[in-house]
């Protein structure tokens, strides 16, 4: 083994990445044929992974032949990759190389390797890690396909046909001197031009689909093109290798001008294959022209022999359901000795219905007047099973077979119509079945399928023939009601009884394949008569309605209400003019002083404002819950905290604000986001601030559900140095069994306990409490709302040394809140 530049370590020892990064890492060493490996330069300590000693050769864990990284190379490329380890060690310099590693075998491999140095807070280099990546079978390949190429130029001036190579683009590549001859063009020509552009216009488009299609699928093919210079067809075999497609050409005009000439034939032929029937042109009266040639195909569709239908009229083929409409069209046609052709119900010997489409024209033999008419017809029965299919298709749910939305919309058009034009009164119902996603997510979508049509049949079980239950997709079914009367008040009973009676239905438990499942639903009812505008405005209505009834709690029916198309109009108008005011930059930030025991300013708190270009400045209270509803609060919330951030960044510049912290407020669906960690961290690093001076105000709320989610963010984020505070502490969500687990710096008295701290004793209680209950957590407190100085004196009397409130500072814009720091420092 060579001299190691780096200290021999006293003993190595195995060590598995931590999860949950060891199967991420495993995952990308897979796939880049790698292994990694770290070397810890105070512990002297060489580890690996799994992959790494896979790619070595070695059992995982037991690696004793490597004390070093430079035991991993092959003893002549050991003094490049020491000067290499020697700049990483001692100056951070990172390096990638192409090498060759010797396996535990001694076998040489080649390989790619790659390092760098980690450091530690203070900028020291405290390990070197690196990663090596197996290059042995792409470099074996890469003299494969040279030895190829050196074989095909060989080849290639051994053929004897048109042969020419197209790169990847479809463009020539090599053109051999049979191809010149073939296409009457030089080679110089067509070098460099797209194949399709050579060839005629018309097949330009084929000719680059079967190109590009060969090249895709990496299979051979064979087609032809039209080659218009010179009036040919040409034959295509086109084979994909590596740099593109080799393709021969063949002139195969003259087969396809046989091929042609034998489609016309056989087009003229397969008019046999329908039914042809020839009447004599005599009278149309009972018993009407006879018949007196049928072919095979005659025979074969409708079941008579020849023998049993000559001498007769077509009259026979006529049933129950023959169209009289097409028959009069027939008649009418013959009377005037022109052509005509129809669809038409014809029954078979047996009495089974079929659908033809026949045309029939008269035939006059040498201008000496109409002797037959010559009917030709084609079985089109499946074609109209298929027009019923597709039909079907376009008007019902394939899976619950009910209406979908598109029927739904006629039939209510229709019921609209109808109400304009009478005083009847309908109904229509939003169904949806509560926590729908949840069984899918658990049992899978199978189940959720058959708990679909198990709901399809039981509504449909509810209602009148005449009313109309429809799927709308997912888990939302429609109940349409009509005709429930000219009284606002029976039709209200009518349809809050059906109501009643879908929810207690849809409450059964429901039998899926083996599976016992009790669900529930939430209706939203509206009503529609004559005065309905349109149906946009019926189904919006009954849609809130049915929020609203999941909104109180699911499993209940809630009828609309024109207060809930107020607040919807209000709440899309509000969420709009908060996009535009992202977009426009409409929010501004005011910072309200916090001051300590001594009352010296120890930083502020960032309060959000938006300035509408309407209404003026609006407080939080006006748009926040908004935010959060419609997701608004993310983009907002990163631009309150990338504010914050350059606002420190300034700061931080200036001696006598240097020290001072900004706290930002964060809501639950922020905190919740995966990456707001992650997020966080990117703004302080782009803005080069101590991250201890940013401090994070969560909710209480928090503490409510996924508490081990939010003390291990809380933690990643106490490890970067962030200060975290919990706002309004004491509202009634904590749990402080796990308060003591999560790593806060601060608990924040909320303002409802500090403004009657003085006259309420629970409040004075409570106040007194938190602020014990901080102190023996190690934890600072902050008094929020202090607006006289006898509640300043009370908290700190009892150990509050932290202030925020109207006694000391309103909420100012940056400008104001600088006069304001300077009229403190004189």
């Not at 045309?359 to 008419?373: C, N, T």
């Not at 997709?473 to 009284?487: A, C, N, R, T, Y």
């Not at 009954?542 to 109009?569: H, I």
Request: charged share 25%.
């Amino acid at each position: 083994m060579s001299t190691s530049i780096l200290p021999v370590p006293p003993a190595v020892a195995y060590r598995s990445p931590s999860e949950p990064d060891r199967q991420l890492l495993a995952l990308l060493e897979r796939a880049a044929g790698a292994g990694a490996w770290s070397f810890d330069l105070r512990e002297s300590l060489l580890t690996w992974s799994d992959s790494l000693a896979e790619l070595l050769e070695m059992p995982p864990g037991v690696m004793s032949t490597y004390l070093d990284p430079i035991d991993f190379y092959a003893p002549d490329f050991r003094a490049q990759m020491t000067a290499a380890l020697h700049l990483c060690q001692t100056q951070g310099v990172a390096f990638d190389e192409e090498v060759q590693v010797v396996n535990a075998y001694g076998q040489r491999l080649w390989a790619r390797a790659l390092g760098e140095a980690v450091r530690d807070a203070s900028g020291a280099i405290v390990r070197v890690q690196g990663v090596l990546q197996n290059l042995t079978e792409r470099r074996r390949a890469a003299q494969e396909s040279m030895s190829l190429m050196m074989r095909l130029s060989t080849t290639l001036a051994s053929i004897t046909d048109a042969f020419v190579t197209l790169d990847l683009e479809g463009r020539f590549t090599y053109v051999n001197p049979e191809t010149e001859k073939l296409l009457g063009r030089p080679g110089t020509e067509l070098l460099g031009h797209a194949i399709w552009l050579v060839l005629e216009e018309t097949e330009s488009d084929r000719v680059r689909t079967e190109v590009q299609r060969t090249l895709e699928s990496g299979r051979h093919s064979e087609f032809e093109a039209f080659y218009g210079l010179r009036d040919k067809w040409l034959e295509l075999r086109a084979y994909p290798f590596e740099e593109g497609l080799a393709v021969y050409f063949r002139d195969v005009t003259d087969r396809r001008r046989s091929q042609e000439q034998l489609l016309l034939l056989q087009t003229s032929i397969s008019r046999l294959n329908d039914i042809v029937l020839i009447t004599e042109a005599g009278s149309l009266d009972a018993p009407g022209p006879r018949i007196v040639f049928v072919n095979d195909a005659f025979e074969r569709h409708t079941g008579y022999r020849r023998e049993e239908v000559l001498g007769q009229t077509p009259r026979l083929l006529q049933g129950p359901m023959t169209q009289r409409s097409e028959l009069d069209r027939i008649r009418a046609a013959l009377e005037a000795s022109q052509p005509v052709r129809v669809e038409l119900i014809n029954y078979r010997k047996t009495g089974e219905q079929f659908w033809i489409e026949m045309e029939i024209v008269p035939v006059d033999y040498f201008s000496r007047g109409q002797a037959h008419w010559v009917s030709v017809a084609r079985d089109i029965t499946e074609r109209k099973a298929a027009e019923d299919e597709i039909e079907h298709l376009a008007f019902y749910d394939t899976l619950t077979q009910l209406p979908n939305r598109q029927l739904l919309m006629d039939r209510l058009q229709s019921a609209l119509s109808q109400c304009a034009n009478h005083t009847k009164i309908g109904a229509l119902m939003f169904i949806d079945l509560d926590n729908f996603k949840v069984l899918n997510d658990t049992l899978g979508h199978a189940k959720g399928d058959v708990l679909l049509q198990q709901v399809a049949v039981r509504l449909t079980s509810c209602v009148r023939k005449t009313d109309t239950v429809a799927r709308l997709g997912g888990d939302e079914f429609v109940v349409m009601l009509e005709d429930l009367g000219e009284d606002p008040e029976v039709a209200d009973d009518k349809s809050r009884a059906v109501g009643q009676k879908i929810l207690a239905v849809l409450s059964e438990p429901y039998d899926l394949s083996g599976y016992q499942h009790y669900g529930t639903c939430s209706i939203g009812v509206t009503t529609f008569s004559q005065h309905q505008q349109s149906i946009g405005d019926v189904l919006k209505q009954a849609d809130l309605a049915m929020y609203q009834a999941k909104a109180a709690g699911r499993n209940s029916v809630c009828w609309f209400d024109p207060e809930m198309q107020s607040a919807a109009t209000a709440s899309a108008i509000l969420n709009t003019e908060l996009r535009q005011s992202l977009r426009d930059q409409d929010f501004i930030l005011h910072y309200q002083p916090q001051v300590g025991r001594e009352g010296r300013m120890i930083g502020v708190e960032a309060l959000i404002r938006w300035q509408h270009p309407e209404r003026g400045m609006v407080f939080p209270d006006g748009f926040i819950a908004q935010a959060e509803e419609s997701g608004l609060i993310l983009p907002l919330g990163k631009w309150v905290l990338e504010t914050a951030c350059a606002q420190l960044d300034l700061w931080a510049r200036r001696p006598e604000t240097e020290m001072l912290s900004i706290a930002v407020n964060v809501s639950v669906r922020q905190f919740r986001h995966p990456e707001f960690v992650e997020l966080v961290m990117s703004i302080i690093q782009q803005f080069g601030i101590c991250a201890h001076r940013l401090k994070l105000e969560l909710t209480e709320s928090l503490l409510a559900t996924d508490i081990d989610v939010t003390i291990a963010k809380m933690g990643m984020l106490k490890n970067a140095g962030v200060t975290l505070s919990i706002d309004d502490f004491g509202m009634g969500y904590s749990a402080l069994s796990y308060l003591k687990h999560m790593p806060l710096d601060q608990l924040k008295i909320d303002r409802s306990f500090v403004k009657d701290v003085l006259t309420d004793p629970n409040d004075a209680a409570i106040a007194r409490t938190i602020v014990g209950l901080a102190q023996s957590l190690g934890l600072a407190v902050m008094a929020e709302g202090v607006e006289t100085e006898a509640q300043r004196e009370f908290l700190a009397r009892h150990g509050c040394e932290n202030y925020q409130g109207y006694l000391f500072c309103k909420a100012l814009p940056i400008d104001s809140l600088e006069a304001f720091m300077q009229g403190l420092s004189h």
